[in-house]
């Protein structure tokens, strides 16, 4: 799955939010340790950032897009570039309404 992940950043006195988007490629489930990672092409360099799920840096997480894979780890995904590195979306199937 894509995500935007907003992080408290602290510059000197001041805080704000920056919105880390990438692709979601771990997840450590640990209890309070819990951690994801997730990877990002930034300017053609791959950038990877492990977020502690429960910490306070992480202001929020959401869903961008949903991918399909068949695996639970996509570190297959750090040797690729370009069009490979890509994931198909999920399609969703939507029931007729019955009334």
Known sequence: DTVRVDVKVVE????????FEGVCIARKSDGVNSSFTVRKLSYGEG????????????????????GRVR??????LRGRTGKAARIAEKTTTREASSS
């Not at 006195?13 to 920056?18: L, S």
């Not at 950032?49 to 997480?61: M, S």
């Open 71 to 76: 695996r639970a780890k996509l570190y297959y």
């Open 47 to 66: 950038v990877e950032r492990v977020f502690p799920l429960y910490g306070p840096q992480v202001a929020g997480v959401s869903v961008v897009r949903r």
């Open 12 to 19: 000197g006195t001041r805080e704000r939010i920056q919105a």
